[in-house]
């Protein structure tokens, strides 16, 4: 990522647009993701697509999507401001920036963001398995729902409220403190060092395309059983999983089970954040 003229308005409009890009691609991937590792029994990926499509493209694969949109604008925004800035604070004391500094970055970034993170995503993962659960039971996945409210959004909103006040908005966000700083670390890092290498190899600007699409494996790839646990937490209220605490949970569901999503997801982070890493780029370089 070029670093010689940072400027943290640019960065959080280009991060946020760029966020957006990616989160529209990845949403449909990352529903089935969320209701198989919320899943109370075992289905495969291909079943819970196809109970999925049988709720409907806009109703079934993008419920709640309005929400991880707005997450998506200031995720990014903040993640690419964020690290920018470190990195340039980092120049004032050193000015051979090298991969510590940069990986020092990203989990300060990602740190950062999983605040903002959190309550955005419990209300897009408990809108996501909304139609799998009714009041007090369980249904059979790709059982229909139907619902009274006109605004989804705010009614879910209204009832984690209703339930745990305003500090239950941040359920979850020990897994999404350890998966965001972590995680990030190795996505920028990821990208910065495999951009250089393409760049020294044969310069282009498709190798962002690249490294974003394997900083996004590299991500999702190493993270995913925290992200599971976080899933797992969040949609309790939804799915009743019987316990929210992340050592039970990863005893319950078991190692298979941490992983359980685990190939879609993959799927999804290549394309999704190719686009967020170029995007960004070519924003930076024309705007």
Same mark, same amino acid.
Request: no cysteine; charged share 25%; proline share 0%.
């Given at each position: 990522m070029k670093q010689d003229e940072v400027n943290p308005v640019k960065d959080m409009i280009f991060g946020a647009i760029s966020g957006v890009i990616g989160k529209t691609i990845e949403f449909p991937f990352d529903t089935i993701k969320v209701r198989l590792q919320s899943s109370l029994v075992p289905i495969s990926t291909f079943q819970m697509i196809k109970a999925t499509y049988n709720e409907g493209i806009i109703k079934g694969f993008y419920q709640g999507l309005k929400a991880p949109l707005i997450g998506a604008c200031l995720e990014n925004a903040i993640l690419f401001s964020s690290y920018n800035s470190c990195l340039e604070m980092f120049?004032?004391?050193?000015?051979d920036i090298g991969l510590?500094?940069?990986?020092?970055? *990203?989990?300060?970034?990602? @740190?950062?963001?999983?605040f903002i993170l959190t309550p955005i995503e419990l209300v897009k993962c408990q809108l996501q398995v909304s139609n799998l659960a009714t009041p007090g039971s369980v249904k059979k996945v790709g059982e229909s729902a139907t619902t009274s409210t006109k605004n989804i959004y705010s009614s879910m909103i209204w009832k984690i409220y209703q339930k745990d006040g305003v500090s239950g908005f941040w359920k979850g966000l020990s897994p999404t403190l350890l998966?965001?700083?972590? *995680?990030?670390?190795?996505? @920028?890092?990821t990208y910065e060092v495999l951009s250089e290498y393409l760049d020294k190899k044969r310069p282009s600007e498709l190798n962002s395309l690249v490294s974003g699409a394997l900083a996004g494996l590299t991500f999702n790839l190493s993270m995913f059983p925290v992200d599971t646990i976080k899933s797992n937490i969040q949609t309790n209220d939804i799915l009743d999983h019987g316990t929210t605490n992340s050592f039970e949970i990863a005893r319950k569901i078991g190692i298979r089970g941490l992983y359980s999503g685990l190939t879609i997801t993959l799927i999804r982070s290549l394309p999704a954040n190719a686009m967020i890493f170029y995007s960004y780029e070519l924003l930076k370089k024309n705007l």
């Open positions: 120049k004032t004391v050193d000015r510590r500094h940069k990986a020092l970055s *990203g989990a300060f970034a990602g @740190f950062s963001v999983s998966r965001e700083t972590i *995680g990030t670390m190795i996505w @920028f890092t």
